[in-house]
T-cell receptor
Framework: GQQLNQSPQSMFIQEGEDVSMNCTSS?????WLWYKQDPGEGPVLLIA?????ELTSNGRLTAQFGITRKDSFLNISASIPSDVGIYFC??????????FGQGTRLTINP | DSGVTQTPKHLITATGQRVTLRCSPR?????VYWYQQSLDQGLQFLIH???????AKGNILERFSAQQFPDLHSELNLSSLELGDSALYFC????????????FGSGTRLTVV
């Protein structure tokens, strides 16, 4: 199966800072998605991207579908304590299967 | 509440035992997916069912099996459990028309002792 390389693996930032994380793949995906997982919970969909070059925002979150269809990034502006968690990128492989990155663990110092 | 229900939330069992994890998808979703998340690991795809039929298999061990019933709930059966099977097991469902990502349940935390 395809592999996604997600970076960084972890981030330690101050409240109010902006955050950037990205995912790359050796293969093309038709859809990129970004999920957030809080401790003890399942991942929750943040943003879905369906077209190469697409830039989509959801509040303080902005994500882009790379023009080559092999990468995506997620930015979080003006971080707040509730942004703490693990962020996963995912690419659609086949009809309805998702392949997930290893996650970026975000820690925020108040 | 995501609408995807997983039971039990926690399970502690001994090596060699067999357990069954249960998942009820969101109302109207025909697809059910099972994922395994080990400590500090990403989400590993196990298996996908659509309207009762197996559609795709990932790196699922032979000791593991799943099925989806006519009412669309799904069960993941794990047998001859080993310490390394300790993990979070997530079920997710998706709508049948088009693809807009998955909705995950809260998971079952399995601890094998």
């Amino acid at each position: 199966g395809q592999q996604l390389n997600q970076s960084p693996q972890s981030m330690f930032i101050q409240e109010g800072e902006d955050v950037s994380m990205n995912c790359t793949s050796s293969s093309i995906f038709n859809t990129w998605l970004w999920y957030k997982q809080d401790p003890g919970e399942g991942p929750v969909l943040l943003i879905a991207l369906y077209k190469a070059g697409e830039l989509t925002s959801n509040g303080r979150l902005t994500a882009q579908f790379g023009i080559t269809r092999k990468d995506s990034f997620l930015n979080i502006s003006a971080s707040i304590p509730s942004d703490v968690g693990i962020y996963f990128c995912a690419g659609q492989e086949g009809a309805q299967k998702l392949v997930f990155g290893q996650g970026t663990r975000l820690t925020i110092n108040p | 509440d995501s609408g995807v229900t997983q039971t039990p939330k926690h399970l502690i069992t001994a090596t060699g035992q067999r357990v069954t994890l249960r998942c009820s998808p969101r109302s109207g979703d025909l697809s059910v997916y099972w994922y395994q998340q080990s400590l500090d690991q990403g989400l590993q795809f196990l298996i996908h069912y659509y309207n009762g039929e197996e559609r795709a298999k990932g790196n699922i061990l032979e000791r593991f099996s799943a099925q989806q019933f006519p009412d669309l709930h799904s069960e993941l059966n794990l047998s001859s459990l080993e310490l390394g099977d300790s993990a979070l097991y997530f079920c997710a469902s998706s709508v049948s028309g088009g693809f807009h990502g998955y909705t995950f349940g809260s998971g079952t935390r399995l601890t094998v002792v």
